[in-house]
């Protein structure tokens, strides 16, 4: 099992019969808790205290360079991790227009019997070599995840364990501190200083009024701050927030359904490219996969996710490996309690209560 540090503690569901937290959905199994009883709770609710219908007077460009001058004050050796997609790579932009020294700079890349499965990886890797040329003195890391770590990590029970779990596309999220506890790199790391890209703005619209709803995920903080959304300064997600809305309500995308029904506007909807464009810089975003989006999805493979690509890479080209994954899934479905499991997402019932924040008409 990880070590207790590598659980982020600002993030955890809340049993509102007793208080008690859990941080893993493998707590919530063992506990038979059910999902209604649960409540998402982030920064011990510190999201609340904020005023989130007054869009900050600062720019977005005020604010990233804001961010990026905070993180550098803050920590003596300053890591981001780096994926080429919209979130990381405004992140990066961001520190080098503000020119704000970064000291590493991080990728890791999965690979399954010698095979790339995912090509946002390869084209990340092209997008490191001309940010290189612009940061001459920063280090560039392009780490290998292989089949035999993957096949060590599940076998050790150590994803199921830990808030990587479900979802096979973050093992290529283990920061540098993470993969050094589990032996697959030797080199001297820093613990301080991990920065992560996300997330996107997630905005429910009820009625023509707009809310933000609060779900960061847990599994890539271990170690780490957030970039976009941190209580450090609260003004950035709360802008981010604010673009998005005025982007949607400008552009009419959701006018005719808007005041009829619910709409939700996130990473994994219809609605992702505009959500980029509402508050991430340009890019090339070319081969960029959707996020995991659930077992249930995932592994029928009928939408390619960042996680079905790996699974029918598996499937073709390791089918050991993919043999592995298969029992270790259907040992931890087998935990669920039948009625807490939801079928389609083969998944927890959607645990908790989210916190929800009204942005305005």
């Not at 919530?28 to 007054?54: F, M, R």
Request: proline residues 3%; glycine residues 4%; positive net charge.
């Amino acid at each position: 099992m990880f070590d207790i540090d590598f659980i982020p503690k600002n993030i955890c569901w809340v049993n509102l019969a007793d208080n008690k937290k859990y941080y893993t959905k493998q707590e919530v199994i063992n506990a038979s808790v059910h999902p209604t009883q649960l409540k998402v709770l982030i920064e011990n609710g510190s999201w609340d205290t904020y005023n989130w219908e007054t869009e900050p007077s600062e720019s977005f460009d005020e604010l990233l360079h804001e961010r990026c001058k905070q993180l550098r004050d803050k920590h003596k050796y300053l890591t981001l991790y780096f994926s080429g997609g919209a979130d990381s790579e405004t992140m990066l932009q961001a520190f080098v227009k503000s020119k704000v020294f970064v000291d590493e700079i991080v990728l890791t890349v999965l690979t399954i019997n010698g095979i790339n499965p995912l090509k946002d990886n390869v084209l990340a890797i092209e997008k490191m070599k001309f940010y290189a040329k612009l940061l001459p003195k920063t280090k560039f890391t392009i780490n290998q995840i292989d089949e035999k770590f993957i096949k060590y990590v599940l076998e050790s029970n150590y994803w199921f364990n830990s808030t990587f779990n479900w979802s096979i596309g973050n093992v290529r999220r283990f920061s540098l501190p993470v993969l050094k506890e589990l032996g697959h790199i030797n080199t001297k790391v820093s613990y301080d200083g991990h920065i992560v890209g996300e997330i996107k703005p997630k905005l429910i619209v009820k009625l023509g009024k707009f809310y933000v709803k609060m779900t960061h995920r847990v599994s890539t903080t271990q170690y780490g701050d957030w970039f976009y959304c941190s209580t450090e300064l609260p003004k950035l997600h709360i802008k981010q927030c604010h673009l998005v809305k005025k982007y949607f309500k400008k552009t009419n995308i959701v006018k005719d359904s808007m005041e009829k029904s619910t709409i939700f506007i996130g990473e994994n909807t219809e609605y992702k490219d505009d959500l980029v464009k509402a508050c991430r810089y340009k890019h090339d975003s070319s081969f960029q996969p959707l996020k995991a989006m659930g077992l249930g999805i995932d592994l029928t493979n009928k939408k390619d996710t960042e996680d079905s690509i790996v699974y029918k890479c598996m499937k073709n080209n390791n089918i050991d490996l993919y043999s592995v994954y298969k029992s270790k899934i259907k040992d931890s479905l087998s935990a669920i309690d039948p009625n807490f499991l939801d079928k389609k997402y083969l998944d927890l019932k959607h645990a908790g209560v989210s916190e929800e924040y009204y942005l305005g008409e």
